[in-house]
């Protein structure tokens, strides 16, 4: 039960609670949040993988940098959207 | 190669110049466009003279740098994209002040050429998942360009995408954890070494692919976002969107499943491709409302991909990779004349149900004209590259008797695009609605729409030349 | 002799901060409560920062925590101060809708 | 039993009672107050798995954006909301069972996947470090190795702002200026600037880089547009379209400049290669671009263009 394989369960688990709020959550807010959940378990397991070798691999961690930034900006957009439809309906 | 990085870098400029000055953005985009066709038509003359090239991207090896490729596969889908994007902006160009297309649509088109030619021509798993994003967000806010109507489509299917790019994602870090590779064909030696069950993260992949390109079990936000858009938008949807995961799909499923995994691939592919052209070809019947009909014919018509996959896993026969990306082809230049035709009728006569285009043969003859050309490909009628795809996927079948339930489906698939075409056609040759003595649309956006049904009517007479470069 | 006193400070620190989030959670209304966080949970900061710097030895790491304490303590009493202002406002208009 | 096992143990079970508090939250304000705190211990998390890059752009970008982005979004939303948007079409139960099927699955997975990677990029990319014109391992995959995946990436984030100032909601109610806020955000502008471009700077050599400077000097910018001490940013003004473009427009000038440079006739011609001894001032001209292009977008996908209603 070493660090690697503690932090790819919490991994895991987050996914899986990410998909529940995707699948459930009422409120688009809450949807988006889901979202932002699933993807910061899609880089715990990217960062953990990382962390296998003695210095980090610093190529994935690129590689999630760039992820983080995506999903900033696809965040961003869908809360606009939301936004926007929020004050349509009112 | 140098043709094909220009093709790629060249709508990337445009896009940029476009927002720099907002003004000369329309002639701006449309020039590159052109140039981008001439340097794609330059690249394949390269790769058909030369043979295929390897860039890595930065000059750095296989493993650490991205790697472009460039066969007879990527340069001919980059000549596809680059030929649709200079026939819809011309489209565009001819009408936009009539339509009311806002000037944001330039940069946003640029930048999703740019996106699919860096997508068909890269091989490394996570440029892709960056262009697949590109991709969305470019397709998402096109969408948005018709305004409120579009939000809740819009929403949708900006958050199913963003949730099919997760799962890729998810799908990619399982492969580097398992082997360390991004690169594909590298991937693919270092799986055949030392084989690991990497079964999970291959549905992942997949399954994020399939909810991006909409195919059947995971097409539901597609209708909705297609028909709300703009005719242009959802003819570069339609066309070209759905085609970028498609194309990933058949490079990871190609190149990287195990022998027992294929087998399992190609009956979900084939189901899935079954019930896509049945359900597509249903619900497109039943619809109600022109260009959702359309847009449920492009769920349908996937199905045929699917299934061309499905037995080119099964059979591993390479006739059937032939008959996927001439489907790819045909599909591409008939549905985006289709959109486009539909679009303009819908424009000039007011409108969004079926009972508009009552009597069109008589008020707008040219646009119905392409419609059924257009349809006719969609069909499969000989000589239209339709034809020829679907030709070159029923000719191996009929030795594989295993597979005889395929028959009946494709039949019963092509029956169905038929009737949902001829209910079209059928009701332009009633009398015509009453129309304003002095309605007289203009007949270039007309022209540019009937253009892609011609070349897509003579793709028969080229397909001696396109088959010997998809890998014959 | 430096490392239990590191370890004294640390304790005292962590007390601190306990004695913050049990203010939050127990006090009625709004200004208790921000009492409680700023105050509290700043000198439990300074505590643990004292502490740290005594177990480290290291003069310019411990320059730059008391930087970062200094920070903490300027931004939490400021937003303290806009939410009480805020809290005061919606009394009021509690209070004004409520006659 | 080490120390570290508690602390790893801990945040473990702590990030995953947060992602299960924001979930089950009744009101929506806990919610994205539960998903801030989330951020900041993914930052911790990060931090504890040795990457520190990560976890300053967790910090900055994670929780402190995507917060004030939530809150934004958050303010807009009507208090006399009828009952909630039709929940799930999916039963309560069902979504359960198939989510915690998944979990499992992944979890399964997750644990056969081998503790010593068979073959990974980083010897390859350590060999390689000397001549990539930087350092950092981070920045030379960044700006080196993966660089058109970063080009693309901050095309992402240009067409993010294209796409949000198509649906630009109206504003919500004008906003009070408090002079104390006024201030402070004034006394904070220039510490924000110089971390700025100190974490900017240190990028060549250790943590840091365009994006975490890019975040901290959007987060300057907000708290000044909130305070109203700022110029309403347009678009539409050239100057704000020139920088948000700076970032983009640098990678390619850089990359038809290297491509110029070492073309040689009949060789084939190698995108986004920087020739060596220009590959460590290119790169930092690419990333003074890009935190300029960033750190302007990310203030106005916070922002969006305000009219300033008070004075």
Not at chain 1, 37 to 62: I, N, S
Not at chain 2, 373 to 400: D, N
Request: hydrophobic share 60%.
């Amino acid at each position: 039960m070493s660090l690697v394989h503690w932090y790819l369960l919490i991994a895991a688990a987050l996914w899986g609670i990410g998909c529940y709020g995707l699948i459930r959550g009422p409120e688009l807010l809450r949807r988006i949040i889901a979202l932002n959940l699933m993807g910061a378990a899609v880089f715990l397991v990217m960062v953990t993988l990382a962390a296998r070798t003695e210095p980090a691999d610093g190529v994935l961690h690129a590689l999630v940098l760039t992820g983080l930034v995506v999903a900033v900006s696809a965040t961003a957009f869908a809360l606009a959207l939301v936004a926007r439809t929020l004050s349509e309906q009112a | 190669m140098n043709f094909a990085l220009a093709a790629a870098l060249l709508p990337l400029l445009a896009a940029v110049l476009a927002l720099c000055w907002r003004r000369q953005a329309a002639w701006l985009v449309w020039l590159s466009t052109l140039f981008s066709l001439l340097l794609a038509l330059a690249a394949l003359w390269q790769v058909v003279t030369a043979g295929p090239t390897t860039m890595q991207l930065g000059g750095w090896q296989t493993g650490l740098a991205i790697r472009w490729q460039l066969n007879e596969l990527s340069a001919l889908l980059l000549l596809m994209t680059a030929l649709i994007h200079s026939l819809v902006a011309s489209y565009s160009l001819s009408q936009w002040r009539a339509a009311g297309l806002s000037a944001d649509f330039w940069p946003l088109s640029a930048l999703l050429q740019a996106a699919l030619s860096s997508l068909f021509l890269s091989v490394d798993l996570f440029n892709w998942y960056v262009t697949l994003e590109l991709l969305g967000l470019a397709a998402v806010a096109l969408v948005l360009l018709s305004g409120k109507k579009a939000l809740q489509a819009a929403m949708r299917y900006l958050l199913l995408s963003l949730a099919a790019s997760l799962c890729y994602l998810l799908g990619v870090a399982l492969l580097y954890g398992h082997y360390g590779w991004l690169d594909v064909p590298q991937l693919a030696v270092a799986i055949s070494e030392h084989p690991v069950d990497h079964r999970l993260a291959l549905w992942l992949i997949t399954a994020g692919l399939m909810l991006k390109a909409a195919l059947w079990p995971l097409h539901i936000w597609l209708p909705a976002a297609h028909a709300a858009a703009p005719a242009p938008v959802s003819a570069l949807l339609s066309a070209l969107v759905v085609k970028g995961p498609l194309f990933m799909l058949y490079m990871i499923w190609s190149q990287l499943a195990g022998p027992e995994l294929v087998v399992t691939g190609s009956w979900l592919f084939l189901l899935t491709g079954s019930m896509a052209l049945l359900a597509g070809g249903w619900s497109a019947l039943r619809t109600p409302y022109a260009k959702v009909m359309v847009a449920y014919s492009t769920v349908a018509q996937l199905g045929y991909g699917l299934l061309a996959l499905g037995l080119m896993l099964q059979l591993s026969d390479p006739v059937f990779t032939q008959a996927l990306f001439l489907f790819v082809l045909a599909h591409a230049l008939a549905k985006t004349s289709t959109f486009l035709a539909v679009g303009e009728m819908q424009l000039r006569l007011g409108g969004k149900r079926l009972s508009t285009f009552r009597g069109a043969s008589q008020t707008m003859p040219l646009a119905m004209f392409a419609v059924a050309v257009a349809g006719g490909s969609l069909i499969g009628l000989p000589p239209s590259g339709g034809f020829v795809a679907k030709w070159h996927l029923l000719l191996p079948l009929w030795q594989h008797s295993q597979l005889w339930w395929l028959l009946p489906v494709i039949l019963a698939g092509t029956l169905l695009s038929a009737a949902y075409i001829f209910r079209l056609v059928v009701l332009a040759f009633n009398r015509a609605k009453p129309v304003s003595p002095d309605f007289a649309p203009a007949l270039l956006p007309q022209w540019l729409a009937l253009l892609p049904a011609l070349l897509v009517w003579m793709l028969a007479f080229a397909s001696g030349a396109l088959l010997s470069w998809l890998g014959g | 002799m430096m490392a239990w006193l590191g370890g004294v400070l640390l304790m005292l620190g962590l007390l601190f901060f306990l004695a913050g989030s049990f203010g939050v959670l127990r006090f009625p209304d709004v200004f208790s409560r921000l009492h409680a966080v700023t105050k509290a949970d700043t000198l439990g900061l300074g505590f643990i920062v004292l502490g740290l710097g005594v177990l480290q030895q290291d003069w310019q790491r411990f320059l730059l925590m008391l930087l970062i304490w200094g920070l903490v303590m300027l931004s939490g009493t400021i937003s303290c101060q806009l939410l009480g202002q805020y809290g005061r406002d919606q009394t009021r208009d509690h209070e004004e809708s409520a006659e | 039993m080490s120390g570290d096992f508690w602390f790893d143990a801990l945040l473990g079970v702590l990030l995953l009672v947060l992602a299960l508090a924001t979930i089950q939250a009744r009101q929506l304000a806990a919610a994205v107050m539960l998903y801030v705190v989330f951020g900041l211990m993914l930052a911790l998390a990060w931090a504890r798995l040795g990457a520190a890059d990560l976890a300053l752009a967790e910090a900055a970008i994670g929780a402190g954006l995507t917060g004030a982005l939530l809150f934004s979004a958050l303010a807009r939303q009507p208090k006399s909301i009828t009952p909630p948007v039709r929940a799930g079409k999916m039963a309560p139960l069902a979504a359960l069972m198939l989510c915690i099927s998944m979990g499992t699955v992944l979890g399964w997975t997750l644990w056969q996947l081998p503790l010593q990677p068979a073959h990974s990029q980083l010897p390859a990319a350590l060999e390689q470090l000397g001549s990539s014109g930087t350092e950092h391992l981070v920045t030379a995959v960044l700006l080196n190795f993966r660089a058109w995946d970063t080009l693309l990436e901050l095309l992402v984030l240009l067409l993010a702002l294209l796409g949000t100032r198509l649906v630009a909601a109206p504003e919500p109610a004008a906003l009070q200026h408090w002079p104390l806020a006024r201030q402070w955000s004034i006394r904070l502008l220039p510490l924000l600037v110089l971390v700025a471009f100190f974490v900017l700077w240190r990028g060549a050599t250790a943590p840091g880089g365009a994006f975490q400077a890019g975040a901290l000097l959007a987060a300057a910018l907000v708290v000044l547009r909130l305070n109203g001490q700022l110029p309403m940013l347009s678009f539409g003004a050239w100057w704000v379209r020139a920088l948000i473009l700076a970032g983009v427009l640098a990678f390619l000038l850089a990359g038809l400049l290297s491509l110029w440079l070492n073309w040689q006739p009949e060789q084939a011609v190698q995108w986004l290669s920087w020739p060596l001894p220009l590959a460590k001032g290119l790169i930092l001209l690419i990333e003074l671009c890009a935190t300029l292009a960033i750190g302007l977008t990310l203030t106005l996908l916070v922002v969006g263009e305000r009219k300033e209603l008070t004075a």
